[in-house]
Structure formats: C-alpha cells, structure tokens
Nanobody
Framework: QVQLVESGGGLVQAGGSLRLSCVVSGRTFSTHAMGWFRQAPGKERDFLAAISWSGGDTAYQDSVKGRFTISRDKAKNTVYLQMNSLKPEDTAVYYC????????????????WGQGTQVTVSS
C-alpha cells in the first residue's frame, strides 16, 4: 500500500505562487506514475498534472499549462506541483495520486490518494 502525504497548501493572493509537496512512502515511488488532481466545492475531482515513473513524460490539463509544473525527486520520494500565476478559480482541495500506469493515472484510475491540501486564492 502506497501512502501519500501532501503539504504546502494555503492562502495566496491572485497572481501569487505556491509549491505543493507529496511525500510517498515505500519503495513503490520509483515504479509509480504520480499526479495531482483538485476538487472545488460542488464539483468533480479533476486531473491537473502527471509525471511518469522515470520523470521523462509529463502531462497537464489545458487550463494549467504554462502555469503549473510537476516534478519528482527520487532521492526524497517526493513529487511537487509548482503553481504560478494563481487565479481565484484555482481555489480547491489538491490531491496527490499514484498509479502504476501513466496513462491510467491521467484517465483517473488511481491506486492511492493523499488526504488533500487546501489552496485558496483571493482576488
């Protein structure tokens, strides 16, 4: 069982930046694709970004391309989401996710979820 713990959320003004972190337990980090999703109140959980187990492939939702960057540090078993130029519509709970297959993660087939971290962007 993979365990994921997110951190880094908070309150930020529009135009600001935040970096979310997700620490992954166990040796499975090196074999799993990792990703980030978010869920706003009253809405479904949406895919944001994914990175393959090697770090060689990434994918993004169109609305965050050019503003968000996903990366992973194998030495720290950590995946990051750097978020720049934040907008009020980015306000949501952000979830870290792990999946054995990169493509399945993008499609929402997730093996493990983190507990979520709140991001609030004020206007």
């Amino acid at each position: 069982q993979v365990q994921l713990v997110e951190s880094g959320g908070g309150l930020v003004q529009a135009g600001g930046s935040l970096r979310l972190s997700c620490v992954v337990s166990g040796r499975t980090f090196s074999t799993h694709a990792m990703g980030w999703f978010r869920q706003a109140p009253g809405k479904e959980r949406d895919f944001l970004a994914a990175i393959s187990w090697s770090g060689g492939d990434t994918a993004y939702q169109d609305s965050v391309k050019g503003r968000f960057t996903i990366s992973r540090d194998k030495a720290k078993n950590t995946v990051y989401l750097q978020m720049n130029s934040l907008k009020p519509e980015d306000t949501a709970v952000y979830y870290c996710a792990a999946s054995i297959i990169f493509k399945l993660l993008i499609e929402g087939t997730i093996g493990s979820w983190g507990q979520g971290t709140q991001v609030t962007v004020s206007s």
